[in-house]
């Protein structure tokens, strides 16, 4: 079985902050997602500038596209993002899009299940539409109401589709093997790393797990 990757979520809006704490984690993590705020605060030059530094990490702009699905993820892609976000609670036409602007770029498709009613049927439909990753979500005000994914993923991963299944919400060292073994092949770890004393130690400490799942 092939590795799960690690994605460090930055959701710093500070653009210094988020590529000195990319720099601190490159070596430890797969994925650099540039989180929902720091997109919005910095747009499009900020993954000009994350994949012009460090060519050889996939990038996940973290979108989260309601509506206008094609026109809205195109220009992320052509500035290099590898997988963009789209809402699942968006519906099948919007999905739809961000897969028909990714496929001009060889790129890929996240579809966010949070707050998604019937998550089941949401990934099943995603699958169909040909997305590529299903994001299990707990967005950080749910976390501070108390939710996790992880319910959810055992869920999700039980379908058994034909799609990566990334993991999000809370993820930390002693959560992290747990997630792989329910199913996850994308770990997504934020606050874990930027929060830590040493964002590079915890950044190790994860890497280290995930390796030894
Ligand atoms: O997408 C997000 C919030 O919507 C976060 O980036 C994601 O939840 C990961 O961060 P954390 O590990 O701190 O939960």
Known sequence: MAKALIQLAIDSLDVNASLGL????APYVD?????????????????RELKRRFPNKLILVDLKTMDA??????PFYAAG??????????????????????????AEVQVDLINVPNKVACARESAQLGAQIIGVHTGLDAQAAGQT???????????????????????????VQGVIQAG?????VGAAIYGAPSPAEAAREI???VDAA
């Open 22 to 25: 990319a720099a601190a984690a």
């Open 31 to 47: 994925i650099f997602e540039i989180g929902t705020p720091c997109i919005k605060h910095n747009g499009v030059a900020l993954v």
């Open 69 to 74: 699905g094609e026109y809205e993820a195109t």
């Open 81 to 106: 993002a590898d997988i963009c976000t789209v809402l699942g609670v968006s519906g099948g036409a919007t999905i739809a899009g961000v897969i028909k602007a990714a496929s001009k770029f060889n």
């Open 149 to 175: 994914p992880f319910a959810d993923l055992q869920a999700v991963a039980r379908l058994g589709l034909p799609m990566r299944i990334s993991v999000a919400g809370g993820i930390k060292q002693s959560t």
């Open 184 to 188: 996850a092949t994308i770990v997504v």
């Open 207 to 209: 890497r280290a797990l």
